[in-house]
């Protein structure tokens, strides 16, 4: 059973913390044991696992990918945004995190992050307890 979480990007490019977004709906639909599954339906965005006590940590990830990755780089897709294709598959689209009794077990500083690289736009999240 697949659940789907909506995220609202503001900015082009975005990481948001999506860790309780993604603890409630495990809390809300009873999911006990298992392996959570999150999974990113989309080709200019992504999600990925870090720190979420210091936000620097974060801001530093977007701007790393901003440096490797930059905008006008002779790039062919036509759409215009193939930073965001390449950002997207740098990052992945799924993390999976261990649920036990009904708690995603992550490390003391971990955080589940979506990673915008193309927005604003509405998003969606796929979540699984498998
Ligand atoms: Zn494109």
New binding site residues.
């Given amino acids: 059973m697949a659940y789907t979480l909506e995220v609202k990007t503001c900015r082009r490019v975005e990481f948001i913390d999506i860790t309780h977004l993604v603890r409630d709906l495990i809390e809300k639909k009873g999911l006990k044991n298992g392996v959570c599954f999150i999974y990113i339906p989309h080709?200019?965005a992504g999600v990925t696992i870090n720190e979420n006590a210091d936000p620097s940590v974060v801001a530093d990830i977007r701007d790393a990918l901003e440096r490797m990755v930059p905008e006008g780089a002779g790039y062919r897709?036509a759409?215009g945004?193939?930073p965001?294709?390449v950002k997207a598959s740098l990052v992945g689209s799924s993390a999976s995190v261990p649920v036990e009794n009904g708690r995603l077990v992550l490390g003391t500083w971990q955080g589940i992050y979506f990673c915008e690289f193309d927005g604003p736009r509405r998003r969606s999240v796929i979540v699984a307890v498998v």
């Fill in positions: 080709t200019t897709h759409e945004n193939a965001a294709h």
